[in-house]
């Protein structure tokens, strides 16, 4: 071996790393704005993707604090291709060919999405070699620099404390219930407590219609040390009269998080219900993301389908704020359209097994609004055709709408007064309607706050 050759042969190896990880980390820092959140979705993805294949599930915690934040879980150790993936930034969830993936992660430059919290992770696990060996590890990942010439010498450090960690510590056992995998960030500024903040509580919010899809995961612990808070979500996976339970204990005390839920296998749709005494209210979807890809795809509060939509299938762009769903020959885009196809009709099954039980604010989930989304990705004529009329003409039949008298009518069958009306005109028509149709208007509550 001609030593130089070699020597230069791993400079330029090191070398395309570096400008791989500044290109994407500098992509992404135009993004931050969109994507406070992602870091603990990316996180949670690794974690779940770690018991892909195995008939086993995972737990994970989180503890914030003021000067870093550490997400554990105790999913399946690492294998050497997946610190090679961690350091070099070399994809450790590529198929081998005629293998069917069950990992959710497509993107190999998914995990830099975390360094939006902090450019400075401190990892630790347990590793596997190819010869069956387990070693303990911990190492810091540093992706702070602008150039090349300043990153390079941080991924031979990285590798340097890796092989250093590993001496001396093998383990002759694997202890599947421990949190065995950590990764710290550092939280240095305002900006990254900020995002780590935001994280946190966008994770809270929507990690109960992430259990209900995922029922690989089976515990989230959430310990906020800043608001002296500690959350704890369990996972049920039974569906029980069309609903999924999610457990919540927050600082001692015990509700249950509850999930219309319907899935064909492929597509699952899901809203939280809250249960007043007999009856079942609807929650609003309000900036709640209507896509999930297993995890939320944050953008896409506004897409306007009328209930929460998922697919491990569905084929998302590359920063998750959305699927591709323009062009007529795509593939990616043609399985789009058809999982949002089938989400159509489980949505209709749920909404023919609502009528004549004890919802209300099922307004909350029959919204028909064109999506508000990128143009450059979506087909609205296809959209129009195929999930906008059928979902009108559909909804126009259904017995939806809270009466005075505590029946529902069919949309078809009832008027409702525009808002352009002049304050009189309303009065008038308020009136007029009371006393001619009392079983042709909504509650009386919404028609006042219509006239003033």
Known sequence: MIKSIEEGRKEDGNRSIADKIIKRLHDLEKTVQNNHGRWAWELLQNAKDSVAGADRKVSVQIIYDVEEIEFSHNGNHFTEKDIRGLINQISSKEVEEGEVSTRTGRFGTGFLTTHLLSKEVYIKGIVETIGGDLFQFGFPLDRNGKTTVNLIPKIENAWKQFHTSTENSEIDKYDEEALNTSFIYALDSTEQKEIAQIG?????????????????????????????????????????????????????????????????????????????????????????PKLFCDFPLIGTENFHFPIVVNSFYFNPQTERDGIWLMGENDAEVIENKDLLEQALVLYKEIINDLEGKSFKNVFNIAKTKLPSTDEKYFDPEWYIKYIQVPLRKFLLTKSIVELEDGNNGKLNELWFPLKSYTKETKEKLWQYTSDLFPQAVCKKDILHNWID
């Open 200 to 288: 946190v509580d966008e994770f809270t919010t929507l990690i109960p219609y992430v259990l209900s899809f995922i029922p690989e995961i089976y515990s989230v612990e959430i310990i906020d040390k800043v608001r002296d808070e500690t959350t704890v979500f369990t996972n049920d996976s039974e569906t029980v009269d069309g609903f999924k339970k999610i457990t919540k204990i927050h600082n001692g005390k015990t509700t249950i998080v509850r999930l219309l839920y319907a899935t064909n296998e492929t597509v699952s749709i899901a809203v939280r219900a809250i249960k007043k005494d007999d009856d079942f209210e609807i929650l609003s979807l309000e900036n709640v």
